[in-house]
């Protein structure tokens, strides 16, 4: 029983955190590309922000790459900017497409944060862990849990 449980977090773990944001950032360069409009991606993680990040590096995925951790959690990294979500030093449209994976459960307006990815891009591609996945309900930083509808929902750690 412990092994299916372990095997199964595993498995929601790898398709949720590697697969699925990789297919989506390959179709949102696409998207970029044929608009002849850079790419951003939002959340591309540090080494002390994210067990992946920490595996495998910060995703690279864009023209421009920020994440959300303070800068000095990750000392040098030229390729990767910081910065806050919620305010975004871009002109209104000036990307093609933006990809934000595992990002919209951290912050503390997840609705706010999305209205703005929709100014500054023309479209958002969008990746939260589901329900299901035992890393959405215990990884310390998850403020929200988004539905199926859209809809954001607080964690029952998260103080109201």
């Given at each position: 029983m412990i092994t299916s449980l372990l095997c199964f977090a595993a498995g929601a773990y790898v398709l949720d955190v590697l697969v699925r944001p990789a297919e989506a950032a390959a179709v949102a360069r696409q998207r970029a590309h044929l608009r002849n409009k850079p790419l951003l991606n939002i959340g591309a993680g540090t080494p002390q922000s994210s067990m992946?990040?920490?595996l495998f590096g910060p995703t690279l995925w864009g023209d421009a790459n920020l994440d959300l951790a303070a800068p000095e959690l990750a000392p040098g990294p030229d390729w990767v900017s910081f910065?806050?979500?919620?305010?975004?030093?871009?002109?209104?449209?000036?990307?093609g497409a933006v990809i934000a994976s595992h990002?919209?459960?951290?912050?503390?307006?997840p609705h706010a944060v999305l209205a703005?990815?929709?100014r500054?891009?023309?479209?958002?591609y969008v990746i939260t862990?589901?329900?299901?996945?035992?890393h959405a309900w215990l990884h310390p930083g998850h403020q929200w849990l988004r539905r199926p509808d859209g809809h954001f929902v607080p964690l029952w750690r998260r103080e109201t």
């Open positions: 992946r990040s920490g910065g806050d979500a919620h305010a975004l030093p871009f002109p209104d449209k000036y990307f990002v919209l459960e951290h912050v503390d307006h703005e990815l929709h500054v891009a023309d479209e958002v862990p589901p329900w299901w996945t035992p």
